[in-house]
């Protein structure tokens, strides 16, 4: 693997040099030239100038790639994530240049130059890095350089954990069965392969890269199997056993010897909401452009259909418990709401607090069709664009939803709520409410750039494919 990594890296920094380059190289000559003079006499005003801020520049990217770990292909990373490192690594190095220029006085230096430049290598760096994740997407889940992995326990949580690495075959995981004194069955056609004395023989059988412990209350099995793992040099990974506790933000320290996880809540530093709420004016403000003749569509086909207006405004609670008004497209008959009552007792969403059911009668036919794709939510963008919400956050409850709330519920309130989620990405509708806000807190606890870039991504074939919704 250090080999692979040895011969990929000269190739990544190739390619970006080339990239980085062609994005200084292109704007420098299109500001000074036309189009004729670049086949005849082309003018290269402060070219020496020029190439010493570019070289520079050059520098302080790869540099800043080096150390976001960007010149190697992490499967742990994914396409979103990877994006995320590659603008912000851009950002930061067009401040750091234009500081430079700044207090050097570079008066020769063209402000449109240094912004087109920025914005082409933001786009094509990112462009690249998205092609190579798709290509490598499909080599790995073809089986390239596979990592075999061995689960230990066929419990719940080996359960979720061979579903989970099934969910993202890109990782490069491959199960090849599980370890069980108690259970001789598999699961999700892994078999089990023998019981956890048998971990020596089964490691070398199946050539076993990763072991996979969910039994982590097991502790003598257990000690025993890392032990063994690591004088086979095996990589080895512990399920936590409160790993569904809504505090996933972990610190590792030791107290002498003795090494100690911290559990805490991530607190954010105000210019992370600043970046937050700068990405959402901005995407909100496009979607709203591009959407227009959707909108325009949808409120033909809703008057059309049905009796009643195009948009449906509701009383919502959002960030620290304030109300707003909800937008949507109408998707039920006029007076939905009051028949509301009528039907609490089919509420087909566990635990009691948020209300759906699968067959509303009072759903209208197009309605029925927006809420699949969750068409019916674009009006929101409205809401994003007022402020009132964000593109990525817990779903904004209705005020007698918040009634029935406990006060680990209250803290889905901490932030704005938003238009998709991790609960939108992870099953919509089919979830339980316990489960709806374990992932809301496990996101407040662990939002960054990249998670909400990672979100918007997985919800497009979340809503193309209209799984988990009505």
């Given amino acids: 693997m ?14 970006d040099v080339v990239i980085i380059a062609l ?13 004729s003079d670049i086949f005849n006499d082309i003018y290269l005003p402060n070219v020496r100038d020029y190439s010493f801020v570019f070289i520079l520049w050059t520098i302080f990217i790869v540099i800043s790639f080096k150390r976001r770990n960007l ?36 008066k020769f230096f ?52 061979l579903e989970e690495i099934k969910k993202n075959p890109w990782g490069g995981l491959k199960v090849i069965g599980f370890l069980d004194d108690n259970v001789e069955t598999g699961y999700g056609g892994v078999p089990v392969l023998g019981k956890l004395s048998d971990f020596p023989v089964i490691a070398k059988k199946y050539f076993v890269d990763e072991v ?27 399920v936590p056993e409160n790993f569904e506790e809504p505090l996933p933000v972990l610190d590792i320290s030791h107290l002498g010897v003795i090494p100690l996880l911290t559990y ?35 409120a033909i086909l809703i008057k059309m259909d049905s009796k009643g207006p195009v948009f449906y405004r509701q009383k919502r609670v959002g960030f620290k418990g304030r109300t707003f008004n909800f937008y949507k497209f109408r998707s039920m008959v006029a007076g939905a709401d009051k028949r509301r009552d009528e039907l609490v007792e089919r509420n087909e969403v566990k635990d009691g607090v948020i209300f759906k059911i699968r067959e509303d009668p009072r759903i209208t036919s197009v309605g029925k069709f ?41 803290q889905r309130l901490s932030i704005r709520p938003g238009m998709t989620g991790l609960s939108q990405v992870r099953g919509r509708s089919e979830l339980t409410f316990t489960r709806w806000v374990k992932w809301d807190l496990w996101y407040i606890n662990n939002w960054s750039l990249g998670l909400d870039m ?17």
């Fill in 370 to 410: 927006l809420r699949r794709h969750s068409l019916d939510e674009l009006p929101q963008l409205f809401n994003v664009l007022l402020g009132d919400m964000s593109l990525v956050g817990p779903r904004p409850p209705l005020a007698d939803e918040v009634e029935k709330y406990s006060h680990i519920h209250m």
């Fill in 110 to 161: 063209s402000r449109l130059v240094f912004l087109s430049s920025f914005l082409s290598l933001v786009f094509f760096l990112s462009l690249w890095r998205i092609i190579k994740r798709l290509i490598l997407r499909k080599l790995i889940a073809g089986g390239y350089h596979n990592i075999n992995v061995l689960i230990i326990g066929v419990g719940r949580v080996g359960k979720i954990i």
């Fill in 454 to 470: 990672q979100i918007l991504w997985r919800t497009i074939p979340a809503v193309i494919r209209g799984e988990g919704a009505y």
């Fill in 23 to 35: 994005s200084f190289i292109l704007p420098y000559l299109v500001r000074y030239n036309s189009p």
């Fill in 264 to 298: 805490k809540e991530r607190k954010h530093h105000p210019a992370e909401f600043f970046i937050k709420r700068l990405m959402d004016l901005v995407l909100s403000f496009i979607l709203l452009i591009f959407s227009l003749p959707i909108f325009l569509l949808i």
């Fill in 71 to 106: 010149y190697a292909t992490d499967r742990a990373l994914n396409i979103p994530q990877e994006t995320s490192r590659v603008v912000i690594s851009v950002c930061y190095t067009a401040v750091l240049i234009g500081t430079i220029i700044f207090f050097a006085q570079f």
């Fill in 212 to 238: 996979i412990v969910t039994i982590p209350s097991e502790k003598i099995a257990v000690s025993e199997i890392i032990r063994r793992a690591k004088e086979m040099h095996l990589g080895v990974k512990v």
């Fill in 2 to 15: 250090i080999k692979a990594r040895k011969k990929i890296y000269p190739i990544y920094l190739f390619v």
